[in-house]
């Protein structure tokens, strides 16, 4: 029985990560910032196709997630950055084995 229970934890685990990253852009986000925190405009310039309106939902969705933290810089000019999480960043690394898939067969 209880190898049932670890099954179906596994399963709800892995469905609920599918949710998260299968929402649009999500994947390209985490992209953007996989290399060093960003501002608001620089997400929307990398990907400029992504609404400012969707980008500030799924920015905050990441945020709830704990895979993106917002941090204020206090230099001046005084400016907000995005960055990935430890848990965003394990993210990240994970789908750039999707990434290296998808430059070999698409």
Known sequence: ????????????????????????????IIHALMEEPKRFSEIHAYIPDLSKRVLNDRIKELEEEGI??????????????????RKGTELGRALGAVEQWAEKWL
């Open 1 to 28: 029985m209880s190898d049932d229970k670890n099954a179906n934890q596994l399963c709800g685990k892995v469905e609920q990560s599918y949710l998260i990253i299968g929402r649009k852009w999500v994947a390209l």
């Open 68 to 85: 993106v933290v917002r941090h204020v810089v206090t230099e001046r000019p005084v400016r907000t950055e995005y960055m990935l999480t």
